[in-house]
């Protein structure tokens, strides 16, 4: 795997990129519980990262990746991907950015956004913590964008039945929580990555966003603030976010089944 400190805004064939894929994998992971920073930690012996990276790579869209490194860990990060060769996923033909994140996921998305290049028309952001995701769920969400979509996520619809509660905080903290609705689950769905957007209006809505000094839990729900229609298409069991320790044991599962299927 091939991973410069810059870049000069083209894919390793020398081509201007046009889609390209920011990998926010700063995040501590502390809902995992204590260890390395969650997008290193192993995966069949494979950092989680370097999954990530191999599933954007892997699609035919994306020639540049923009990988978000904990703030102080970016040279770690380098290491770590250069110590991985190119491989059957990962395509000769993608160029690997290491930058610093920040203190927040929508700090470290916009601290990747300002390194693509302005060649970039096309803007996929992928959770490190999905290593999994399909190839063919990158290549649906990105032709999405390409074919006129501003902002596109990959969503399932919900297994369970969702509650809104009135949280208990303070002396009340930890009380029972009383429920005040039931959305209709039909018309809820649960959102992955990666999120696809026009480049323009991502970076508007980022910018938006930090101007109001409001949060915001995915990319996607930046873009609803500015106006700006964002579509649903497909996600994929496989694409589940890493965040507790079970998730290890489904990842490890869905590795064992994808190299039983490949006949290793
Ligand atoms: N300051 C941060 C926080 C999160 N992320 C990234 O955002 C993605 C989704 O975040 P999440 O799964 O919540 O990861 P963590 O923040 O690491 O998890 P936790 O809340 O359990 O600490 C991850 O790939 C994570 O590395 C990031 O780049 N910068
Ligand atoms: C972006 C995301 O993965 C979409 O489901 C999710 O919102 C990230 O949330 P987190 O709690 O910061 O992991």
């Given amino acids: 795997m091939s991973a410069t400190p810059d870049h000069g805004g083209s894919g ?6 046009r889609t390209a894929a920011v990998i926010p994998a700063a995040g501590r992971g ?3 519980g204590p260890g390395a920073p969650k997008a290193l930690r192993p995966l069949s012996g494979t950092p989680m990262l370097v999954h990530a990276v191999r599933a954007m790579a892997g699609s035919r869209s994306v020639s540049l990746v923009i990988v978000v490194a904990p703030p102080d860990g970016a ?3 380098r290491r770590l991907l ?4 190119l491989s059957g996923s990962l395509t000769d033909t993608t160029e690997v950015v290491v930058v610093p994140g920040g203190e927040t996921r929508q700090e470290s998305v ?12 096309t803007v996929l952001v992928h959770d490190a913590a999905r290593p999994l995701v399909p190839v063919d769920t990158v290549d649906a969400v990105a032709a999405a964008v390409r074919d006129g979509s501003p902002a596109v996520v990959p969503a399932l619809p919900l297994a369970d039945t969702v ?6 905080t303070g002396e009340r903290a930890g009380e029972p929580e009383p429920v005040v609705g039931t959305p209709e689950r039909a018309l809820l769905r649960a959102v992955q990555t990666p999120q696809g957007f026009d480049r ?8 938006k966003i930090a101007l109001e000094g409001e949060g915001a839990t995915d990319d996607a729900g930046m873009v609803e603030r500015l106006g700006v229609e964002v579509v649903v298409v497909p996600g994929h069991e ?7 320790p079970l998730d290890l044991v489904l990842a490890e599962a869905v590795l064992a089944r994808r190299r039983a299927n490949d006949g290793f």
């Fill in 12 to 17: 390793a064939s020398g081509r201007p990129a």
């Fill in 30 to 32: 502390v809902r995992l």
């Fill in 75 to 77: 040279d770690e990060v």
């Fill in 82 to 85: 250069d110590a991985y060769p």
């Fill in 110 to 121: 916009r601290k990747g956004l300002a390194a693509v290049p302005e060649t970039v028309t």
């Fill in 163 to 168: 509650k809104q509660v009135e949280p208990r």
């Fill in 200 to 207: 323009a209006t991502l970076v508007a809505a980022h910018e």
């Fill in 238 to 244: 496989e694409a589940f976010k890493v965040t507790r």
